[in-house]
Protein backbone atom coordinates (compact mmCIF):
# COMPACT_ATOMS: atom_id res chain seq x y z
CA UNK A 1 0.00 0.00 0.00
CA UNK A 2 1.47 3.17 -0.76
CA UNK A 3 1.50 6.30 0.90
CA UNK A 4 -0.33 9.38 -0.27
CA UNK A 5 1.99 12.61 -0.41
CA UNK A 6 -0.88 14.75 1.11
CA UNK A 7 -2.14 12.65 4.06
CA UNK A 8 1.09 13.61 6.34
CA UNK A 9 0.00 13.96 9.77
CA UNK A 10 2.98 15.64 10.80
CA UNK A 11 0.98 18.99 9.54
CA UNK A 12 1.69 21.39 7.05
CA UNK A 13 5.75 21.30 4.82
CA UNK A 14 7.55 24.25 5.32
CA UNK A 15 7.32 25.12 2.20
CA UNK A 16 3.20 25.60 2.86
CA UNK A 17 4.19 27.64 5.62
CA UNK A 18 6.42 30.28 4.36
CA UNK A 19 4.04 30.43 1.63
CA UNK A 20 1.13 31.25 3.75
CA UNK A 21 3.38 33.74 5.63
CA UNK A 22 4.43 35.56 2.65
CA UNK A 23 0.56 35.66 0.82
CA UNK A 24 -0.30 36.82 5.19
CA UNK A 25 2.33 39.67 5.12
CA UNK A 26 0.78 41.01 1.27
CA UNK A 27 -2.82 40.78 2.34
CA UNK A 28 -2.00 43.08 5.18
CA UNK A 29 0.08 45.32 3.02
CA UNK A 30 -2.72 45.38 0.48
CA UNK A 31 -5.58 46.15 2.96
CA UNK A 32 -3.94 48.19 4.74
CA UNK A 33 -4.10 50.51 1.59
CA UNK A 34 -7.45 50.80 1.67
CA UNK A 35 -7.93 50.86 -2.28
CA UNK A 36 -10.52 48.03 -2.42
CA UNK A 37 -13.50 50.11 -3.26
CA UNK A 38 -16.52 49.03 -1.46
CA UNK A 39 -18.60 50.15 1.21
CA UNK A 40 -18.53 47.76 3.70
CA UNK A 41 -14.63 47.88 3.41
CA UNK A 42 -14.73 52.16 3.85
CA UNK A 43 -12.59 53.06 7.12
CA UNK A 44 -12.50 49.71 8.15
CA UNK A 45 -9.26 48.43 9.82
CA UNK A 46 -8.88 44.39 9.17
CA UNK A 47 -6.64 42.23 10.77
CA UNK A 48 -5.47 39.12 8.75
CA UNK A 49 -4.79 36.94 11.48
CA UNK A 50 -4.00 33.54 9.45
CA UNK A 51 -3.80 32.16 5.93
CA UNK A 52 -3.78 28.36 5.79
CA UNK A 53 -2.40 27.14 1.83
CA UNK A 54 -3.59 23.28 1.06
CA UNK A 55 -0.96 21.07 0.39
CA UNK A 56 -0.66 21.70 -3.21
CA UNK A 57 -0.88 25.28 -2.95
CA UNK A 58 -4.16 25.69 -5.22
CA UNK A 59 -6.43 26.95 -2.42
CA UNK A 60 -5.77 29.20 0.48
CA UNK A 61 -8.30 30.16 3.26
CA UNK A 62 -8.07 33.57 4.74
CA UNK A 63 -8.67 34.28 8.03
CA UNK A 64 -9.67 37.79 8.73
CA UNK A 65 -11.34 39.96 11.61
CA UNK A 66 -12.59 43.90 11.35
CA UNK A 67 -11.75 45.62 14.44
CA UNK A 68 -13.88 45.21 17.27
CA UNK A 69 -15.70 42.54 15.07
CA UNK A 70 -18.08 45.28 13.84
CA UNK A 71 -20.01 44.20 10.38
CA UNK A 72 -18.19 40.97 10.76
CA UNK A 73 -20.25 39.01 8.06
CA UNK A 74 -20.33 42.03 5.93
CA UNK A 75 -16.63 42.84 5.75
CA UNK A 76 -16.17 39.11 4.52
CA UNK A 77 -18.76 38.94 2.24
CA UNK A 78 -17.03 42.43 0.72
CA UNK A 79 -13.81 40.80 0.89
CA UNK A 80 -14.93 37.75 -1.52
CA UNK A 81 -16.97 40.08 -3.43
CA UNK A 82 -13.46 41.74 -4.76
CA UNK A 83 -11.40 38.91 -4.72
CA UNK A 84 -10.28 38.75 -8.36
CA UNK A 85 -8.88 42.43 -7.76
CA UNK A 86 -6.90 41.24 -4.55
CA UNK A 87 -5.94 38.49 -6.21
CA UNK A 88 -4.23 40.99 -9.04
CA UNK A 89 -2.96 42.83 -6.59
CA UNK A 90 -1.49 40.06 -4.61
CA UNK A 91 0.02 38.66 -7.86
CA UNK A 92 2.36 41.77 -8.31
CA UNK A 93 3.68 41.27 -4.31
CA UNK A 94 4.26 37.66 -4.14
CA UNK A 95 5.97 35.59 -6.76
CA UNK A 96 4.56 32.54 -7.47
CA UNK A 97 3.69 29.92 -10.81
CA UNK A 98 0.14 29.63 -9.91
CA UNK A 99 -1.62 31.79 -7.38
CA UNK A 100 -3.66 30.13 -5.34
CA UNK A 101 -8.00 30.65 -5.51
CA UNK A 102 -8.61 33.12 -2.39
CA UNK A 103 -11.62 32.30 0.61
CA UNK A 104 -12.14 34.25 3.12
CA UNK A 105 -13.81 34.00 5.98
CA UNK A 106 -14.42 35.25 9.74
CA UNK A 107 -12.02 33.98 12.76
CA UNK A 108 -13.69 32.81 15.32
CA UNK A 109 -10.87 32.03 17.46
CA UNK A 110 -10.41 35.46 19.51
CA UNK A 111 -14.37 34.76 20.60
CA UNK A 112 -13.21 30.97 21.64
CA UNK A 113 -10.09 32.24 23.50
CA UNK A 114 -12.36 35.12 25.50
CA UNK A 115 -15.26 31.88 26.28
CA UNK A 116 -12.53 29.56 27.38
CA UNK A 117 -11.08 32.46 30.04
CA UNK A 118 -14.73 32.96 31.12
CA UNK A 119 -14.90 29.42 31.72
CA UNK A 120 -11.02 29.42 33.84
CA UNK A 121 -12.13 32.31 35.90
CA UNK A 122 -16.41 31.19 36.77
CA UNK A 123 -16.82 30.44 40.33
CA UNK A 124 -17.53 26.72 39.80
CA UNK A 125 -13.96 25.96 37.83
CA UNK A 126 -11.93 28.19 41.18
CA UNK A 127 -13.44 26.07 43.72
CA UNK A 128 -11.33 23.04 42.36
CA UNK A 129 -8.46 24.84 42.27
CA UNK A 130 -8.63 25.96 45.70
CA UNK A 131 -9.27 22.71 46.90
CA UNK A 132 -6.17 21.44 44.41
CA UNK A 133 -4.32 24.17 46.18
CA UNK A 134 -5.22 23.28 50.05
CA UNK A 135 -3.79 19.53 49.79
Known amino acids: MSKSRFNNSKGPSTRVLRVSEN???ALSEILSRGEIRDEALNDVSITVTEVRCSPDLRNATIFVMPLGGLNEKEVVEALNANNKYIRGQLSKMVRM???????FTSDFSFG?????????KSDHVAQDLIKDDAE
Do not use: G
Open 97 to 103: KYLPNLK
Open 112 to 120: EADHIDSLL
Open 23 to 25: IRH
